[in-house]
């Protein structure tokens, strides 16, 4: 299991949970800014503001969660890059005159290596 952040629902959160990300209501202003400690008070409030999920840091993925995220990011990349690396195998191989990378090629391998956070 690898810790990161969780979408819980407001109706499971409990007051000592810390806030992955900033909550903002419809307008888009900040109601609690991330990284804060939630108590029952400001529950209350983002219930009041409709607010439905939160970002919660911390929370621990089991490998099936982890493994379903992954493969959803996958998916995601996929669709969003639905015709990357011919460019891009071409300038891997040895070949001399091999033509190099369009920026297409080369934005899908940093999207795909920032998600899966490999090099």
Do not use: C
Not at 4 to 19: C, I
Not at 50 to 62: E, T, Y
Not at 89 to 97: G, R, Y
């Amino acid at each position: 299991m690898t810790t990161h952040h969780k979408q819980v629902p407001l109706s499971s959160a409990v007051p000592g949970m810390v806030l992955w990300d900033a909550v903002t209501d419809s307008h888009g202003n900040v109601l609690l800014p991330a990284a804060t400690v939630l108590t029952a008070p400001m529950l209350a409030s983002l219930e009041r503001h409709q607010i439905d999920m939160l970002a919660i840091a911390g929370a621990a993925l089991s490998e099936a969660e982890e493994l379903a995220r992954s493969t959803q990011q996958a998916a995601r990349i996929a669709w969003l890059f639905r015709r990357p690396g011919t460019a891009a195998s071409l300038a891997t191989s040895s070949a001399p005159n091999a033509a190099a990378p369009d920026a297409t090629d080369v934005l899908h391998r940093y999207v795909t290596n920032f998600r899966t956070g490999t090099a």
